[in-house]
């Protein structure tokens, strides 16, 4: 249940209806759920750490196996994988702030009473592990200082704060990025728009206008300041449902 209240809480701030770039599954933040550790002790946190760096090394790993593979003609490969994560392969990259930031939520602070519209007051550890070489900027905690509850580890790199405190601050910095990077913060190559709005955008008038970008940099937001369709149905019941 837990997993579930943290996704949505976190999912409403940040997919924004129409402004968010959501093309390709990418999302803020992904979760694992490892049980009985004792997290008060320093060499579990540095074992999570070590265990998220692994994560990012094997996709970046398998990444380059499958272009390459791929490059070859190698049939597994495609048996392996959907057709659709084979077309987009190049945009499958992690997100830089999953290498830089860790957020270790233990169950023994979560109220079952909780759900996604109070759970951001949940006791949490921020941890910045290291990895910010391709940031437009070193990683600041100026910013969320007077909201700390206390440090841990080398350099103080493990903060104690709220579930609110770190998603406020992760998406800050994910804004950050934005600006000073763009796309490139996200992608290596740019991307294209999905197979279904590429036939539709051909056939409206602007058909010459080349389509490059996330569909949000082509959405009337004053138009359309709430979801529509899927995405309202989404929003409004299935996510409620599994909550």
């Known amino acids: 249940l837990l997993v579930i209240v943290l996704r949505n809480y976190i999912y409403r701030p940040w997919s924004r209806p129409y402004r968010s770039d959501i093309e390709h599954q990418r999302y803020i933040c992904n979760f694992i759920t490892p049980w009985d550790l004792p997290l008060g002790d ?21 990444r380059r196996v499958y272009a390459e593979r791929l490059a070859a003609g190698d049939g597994e490969v495609h048996r392996g994988l959907r057709s659709g994560a084979l077309q987009d392969l190049r945009y499958h990259l992690v ?104 036939r539709w955008w051909k056939e409206q008038p602007w058909e010459d206008e080349p389509f490059t970008g996330p569909n949000s940099r082509f959405g009337n937001t004053e138009e359309y300041p709430e979801w529509l369709g899927a995405g309202k149905h989404s929003d409004s019941f299935i996510m409620r449902k599994h909550e």
Request: proline share 1%; hydrophobic share 45%; glycine share 8%.
């Open 42 to 62: 320093n060499s579990v946190i540095a074992a999570l750490i070590a265990i998220s760096k692994a994560i990012c090394a094997e996709a970046d790993t398998r």
């Open 95 to 198: 997100h830089l702030l999953f290498r830089a930031l860790l957020v270790i939520v233990d169950y023994e602070y979560y109220e079952a009473e909780d759900d996604s519209t109070t759970v951001g007051r949940v006791s949490l550890s921020l941890i910045r592990t290291g990895i910010e070489d391709r940031l437009s900027a070193p990683i600041s905690l100026g910013s969320i200082a007077d909201k700390i509850d206390g440090y841990k580890g080398e350099a103080q790199a493990v903060v104690n704060t709220t579930l609110e405190t770190a998603i406020d601050f992760i998406m800050g910095l994910e804004q950050r990025e934005l600006a000073t990077s763009g796309s490139q913060f996200l992608m290596a190559d740019g991307w294209d728009a999905s197979g279904d709005f590429s």
